[in-house]
């Protein structure tokens, strides 16, 4: 690498630094704007749900209360991921965001769990609401606000991507829905004198539940771990197998811990004739490019080396593969193969489907190689699909 190319990565790791401080600063921004848009619309609908008697708009109110708590916890939890790495938590706090866009979709659910309560009730035991122009105007403006600042919070939240930040935008655009049912339901009573207000208020309430316990799912898949984005493992392994002496790339793991903070290994097929000068000087490389073009940090390359100038060698392993090939029923892949002739040695590694029995697996595969080559010590490794990253190029 020529040291304008690496002064040149420097300045956009640099870049990409202060994009990761930038999102901080957009998630607290943004969440204040909300914080005091919920205080003033819980305000304006409380009030209004007194003086006419709907329990819809002061169900409203509520729920705006519970956005303001919600933005409250966005910051809370954007502060404690941006705390720096300590003893303790080497990887950083980047998943306090995590928990808190859980703790944002259980206030969602339970808001719309006491919404379906109260209109239940509501129709069980109907009240007449009393509206006047003044209660209508404020219940219109208050649909035009949460509309924009739905709209705001989510579009703020995928350009920081913040599933809280998202969360409470989509928190909002419920909201602005069920403010705007209330607002419907207004004028069909006041033209016909039916009231549908409980009615509607139970069906906006199920949509609430869901949209919480979607978020509550995708939050979940976030703290489990879940497969890597498929299209991130491609570009990852096209920039690794660029490198013209990188055979293969095989059994990547990618570790998050909170957003823009994924930690990745692989492991890499090379030549047995390079250095480790030679393979030192590679890896560096490979970990630049792949931040630079992803935010991805290579934390860990395992090496496997293949054999380049022994034919001999080359036949058994073909024949290996050959006989792996008829357990396809289990395996995925075979990869890392290298043997050694002089002191009757093979090893390789196999990647199995899940639910397949991985000692009964490598017991007869074990079996069958050596059946084939008797005087040679096996060394089978097995791997399980976590990536799907591992086609040789």
Known sequence: MSEEQNEQNIKDIHKI??????RGRIIVR?????????????????AVGLT??????????VNNLSDALSSVITVAGAKLAGRKPDWKHPFGHGRYEYFSAMIIAAIVFYAGLTSLWESVKKIIEPEMATYTPISLLILTVAIVVKIQLGRYAKRQGFLAESDALEASGADAMFDALLSLSVLVTAFIYIGTGISLEAYVGAIISIFILKAGIDMMRKTLNDLLGERPDPELVRKIRAIIIEEPEVHGAYDLMLNNYGPDRNYASVHIDLPDTMT???ADRLTRRLHDRIFLATGVRLMGVTVYSYNTNDPKAIEIRKDVYKIMMKHRDHLLQVHGFYVDRKKKEMRFDIVVKFGTNIPE???LLEKEVKEAYPDYD????PDMDISALGINR
Do not use: H, P, W, Y
Not at 17 to 22: G, I, P, V
Not at 30 to 46: D, E, R, Y
């Open 17 to 22: 630094r202060q994009e990761q401080l930038a």
């Open 30 to 46: 943004t969440s204040a704007i909300g914080i005091a848009v919920n205080i003033l619309l819980a305000a304006f609908k409380g």
């Open 378 to 381: 096996i060394l089978i490794d």
């Open 52 to 61: 006419t008697n709907s329990i819809a708009i002061l169900l409203d109110a």
């Open 361 to 363: 697996m490598i017991e």
């Open 276 to 278: 480790v000068e030679q």
